[in-house]
């Protein structure tokens, strides 16, 4: 197993507890991560070294941040209206990192397969480390 199948395995693994914990305390982050880490964790995006950043999936090209390539393109994932009673979570593509004020995702959608292909298409150019 290589070593970004470790990584993306341990993301999934934990990604339940994070998960109970915002349903636990009512945050701002929806308990959306053990859905998101496994859809990419499916996807091409394995090629890649992943992290996490608050409320962000980023990826890197390797697990050695003095010299890997941390890449633009990343989900971020919040809740479409924090305060209204039904509010749902919401997946915000964007195309580089950090996002600036100015500019609007690539992507906003409820689907979390549309943010990941959205994602794996942003991503297509860029080349993991050998």
Not at 78 to 83: G, N
């Amino acid at each position: 197993m290589t070593e970004p199948d470790l990584e993306w395995d341990a993301r999934v693994r934990h990604a339940p507890m994070s998960d109970s914990r915002s349903r636990s305390i009512n945050s701002w982050v929806p308990p959306v991560e053990e859905l998101l880490w496994r859809t990419a964790r499916a996807s091409a995006l394995v090629r890649f070294f992943p992290f996490s950043s608050h409320n962000c999936l980023r990826l890197a090209t390797s697990s050695d941040f003095a010299t890997a390539e941390t890449l633009g393109p990343c989900i971020v994932y919040c809740y479409d209206d924090f305060k209204a009673p039904d509010r749902r979570p919401e997946y915000w593509v964007w195309d580089v990192w950090p996002q600036e004020p100015s500019r609007e995702p690539v992507l906003r959608t409820y689907d979390v397969d549309a943010a990941v292909r959205e994602l794996e298409r942003l991503t297509a150019d860029f080349t993991p480390a050998a």
